[in-house]
């Protein structure tokens, strides 16, 4: 089935480097996921993250012919989605907002599937605590978190998205895990009672 995908992908872009109007389909194709994508990088205004999708997105065209056909096509839009964003959050000099409730319950059940952060965080009381956890953790730790465990990307995925080493995106992933968990420990978010 991933084959099927790449070849879906190089198809749209092969259709729409011989005729512009089918850059259509691409758009079509990726933008609610790139959407949600920007948004769980932290940019939760509407009118922002449509600025931003049209950023992205024109970007996206005018360095079509660029695209290498031997990497995979949305994680080199993913890339491209990612720059854009934290270039947004610098010209803004604003703090990325976090997730909402229903990527942390999301985003809780994937990591605790892959790490022992806490059964009780299931908890819908408890999810204010995880806000507020994630809000402390270093950008680079969010991000990776985002990707892997919210947009389902493979470690080589992440690794082309973010152009970091492989290894590297494992190392983020743990580092990320072991933070939440010890944000989530540390005496401010105990469960008093």
Same mark, same amino acid.
């Given at each position: ?75 080199? +839009? ?11 959050? /610098?010209? #803004? *000099?604003?703090?990325? %907002? !976090? @997730? ?61 998205? +973010? ?11 743990? /580092?990320? #895990? *072991?933070?939440?968990? %010890? !944000? @989530? ?9």
């Amino acid at each position: 089935m991933k084959k099927k995908i790449k070849d879906r992908d190089v198809e749209l872009v092969l259709k729409a480097l011989k005729n512009a109007d089918d850059f259509a389909d691409i758009i079509k194709h990726y933008q609610s996921p790139i959407r949600r994508y920007v948004a769980r990088l932290g940019c939760r205004d509407t009118n922002d993250a449509d600025d931003l999708l049209q950023d992205i997105f024109l970007k996206v065209y005018i360095n079509l012919n660029e695209y290498d056909a031997d990497l995979k096509f949305s994680s080199w +839009l993913y890339r491209i989605a990612h720059n854009e964003t934290v270039s947004f959050f /610098r010209k #803004k *000099k604003v703090r990325p %907002n !976090i @997730l909402n409730s229903e990527e942390l319950q999301q985003l809780i059940k994937n990591i605790a599937g892959d790490t022992d952060v806490a059964e009780s965080l299931y908890k819908e009381e408890e999810v204010h605590m995880v806000r507020e956890a994630l809000a402390k953790l270093d950008f680079s730790y969010r991000e990776v978190l985002a990707l892997r465990f919210l947009e389902e990307k493979s470690y080589t995925e992440i690794s082309d998205i +973010l152009q970091i080493p492989t290894g590297t995106v494992g190392t983020l992933i743990n /580092r990320g #895990k *072991k933070e939440l968990k %010890n !944000i @989530l420990e540390s005496n401010n978010f105990k469960k008093y009672g």
